[in-house]
């Protein structure tokens, strides 16, 4: 289990049960990140919560059992949400949090999440020492008490939600649909939507261990969409199985992306915004810097992972970023803490203020084509040293301007390179990928 990074993209990732995701690891895991994060604080707390997958349990308990060891007194927030226990960590002022989930992964997966008392995810120099320490000492932490259950974590939760995002808001006359995805989000969603006034209407709000993320949530929005025809209702919304994302479905049973959540809450807030900047990773189309660029509003580019949205947000201390997932953020109005909740109630809230229905304020975003190629190579080199290759690049960017974009890059797993041209013309743009992995096949010996 040595020789490659612990920590991903998201935590620590894989099948439950196996390499760094036994009960033994997770515990170890838990006594060398109390150890990293702990300082020299005497009394030191921690608080751990599961999405509702049937391994959550007992890795939160092995967790619990390491950070005990560590000297932490550890609560546990039970089923919620990842971003539910982050606010939770910072609001309640716990030294430390750690989520067992994995997010819109299936049910069999599973994953560590851990946080600063900031609610923040740790810094990549935290992972490391943290990694550092756990190969040196993979010993289970066998003793200590399991985390004590407060019910009331929950409810703070909720009550935040209502009052903070929710506030002044009347649902009152809606029809909202939430898709929970059998995850984190079952208990708190719907009666956050109920609470502010909506017939709310709950689907796979009933986690059983196997079933999060199972033909549903956002990565399966399909039966939401039947849904919210069948009843008519104004909005639906869809959840990942820990909460972070969000993507709407409008009253016609059209899906509202994360692109278009940007659209609407970049162009309903963004004129009033000293800094007119929204972050969208490099993944979103250029359709939204078009529909953006209408109301003044330009649009800062990172890359890939909402790690990335976070950094530049807080770097630039700027108040809306997110990816097409449906990872959206809020700045320090949700203390740089994705939740899908929050982010379906801000939409909500422009809906209400403007009296137009979720179809008209998305359709401000229209996505433009794009054609993919993918082109089977022999050899691998960097793409930006090799002059043909660039200049070909170069010459489409310039034709298609500002409204048009390249991406090539390799499959990390298979001999292929990705060619992907994005641009307003879908003629234009299919004959530019195509004389594109021409080219490719011609220099990497296809």
């Not at 289990?1 to 991903?8: P, Q, V, W």
């Not at 490391?128 to 040196?136: D, G, H």
């Not at 209408?294 to 530049?312: K, M, P």
């Amino acid at each position: 289990m040595t020789g490659t990074r612990i920590f991903g993209t998201d935590g620590v990732r894989g099948k439950a049960g196996e390499g760094w995701l036994t009960a033994g690891c997770v515990s170890a895991l838990g006594r060398h990140a109390g150890a990293v994060l702990g300082g020299k604080k005497a009394r030191k707390t921690a608080l751990v919560g599961h999405d509702g997958r049937r391994s959550g349990p007992e890795l939160e308990a092995a967790l619990a059992r390491g950070l005990a060891e560590a000297g932490y007194a550890v609560e546990s927030a039970g089923l919620i949400s990842t971003p539910g226990l982050a606010l939770l960590t910072r609001l309640r002022e716990f030294d430390l949090g750690g989520m067992i989930s994995a997010s819109h992964n299936p049910a069999e997966d599973n994953g560590v999440k851990l946080f600063g008392p900031s609610g923040r995810k740790l810094s990549d120099d935290e992972e490391l020492a943290i990694e550092a320490r756990l190969v040196a000492d993979t010993r289970a932490s066998e003793q200590g008490a399991p985390p004590t259950l407060d019910p009331l974590l929950e409810q703070a939760y909720l009550t935040y939600l209502v009052d903070k995002a929710g506030a002044g808001l009347s649902l009152a006359g809606l029809t909202v649909v939430v898709d929970c995805s059998h995850g984190g989000s079952s208990r708190v969603a719907p009666r956050v939507f109920g609470r502010l006034g909506a017939r709310t209407i709950a689907l796979h709000a009933e986690p059983d261990g196997e079933n999060i993320n199972k033909g549903c949530g956002s990565t399966h929005p399909e039966a939401l969409q039947a849904e919210v025809r069948r009843q008519g209702a104004q909005v639906g919304i869809a959840l990942d199985g820990d909460g972070d994302r969000c993507l709407l479905v409008d009253e016609r049973g059209a899906l509202v992306d994360g692109d278009a959540i940007l659209t609407i809450c970049g162009r309903h807030d963004g004129p009033r915004w000293k800094d007119k900047r929204v972050v969208a990773t490099v993944m979103s189309n250029k359709g939204l810097q078009r529909a953006l660029r209408d109301v003044g509003v330009s649009v800062l580019t990172v890359g890939v992972g909402d790690r990335h949205v976070v950094e530049a947000l807080e770097r630039d201390n700027l108040p809306l970023g997110g990816e097409q997932s449906g990872h959206i953020v809020f700045g320090r109005d949700n203390y740089l803490i994705g939740d899908g909740i929050y982010t379906a109630l801000r939409v909500l809230r422009v809906m209400v203020a403007t009296g137009r229905p979720l179809s008209e304020l998305a359709g401000a975003y229209r996505a433009f084509p794009q054609v993919l190629v993918n082109v089977r190579v022999a050899r691998k080199p960097s793409l930006s040293g090799i002059p043909s290759i660039v200049a070909a690049v170069h010459s489409i960017e310039r034709e298609l301007g500002d409204d048009g974009r390249v991406l090539l890059r390799y499959s990390g797993t298979e001999p292929l390179a990705r060619v992907m041209v994005e641009g307003p013309e879908h003629a234009a743009i299919q004959s530019h990928a195509q004389g594109l992995a021409k080219l490719l096949a011609t220099e990497l010996g296809a």
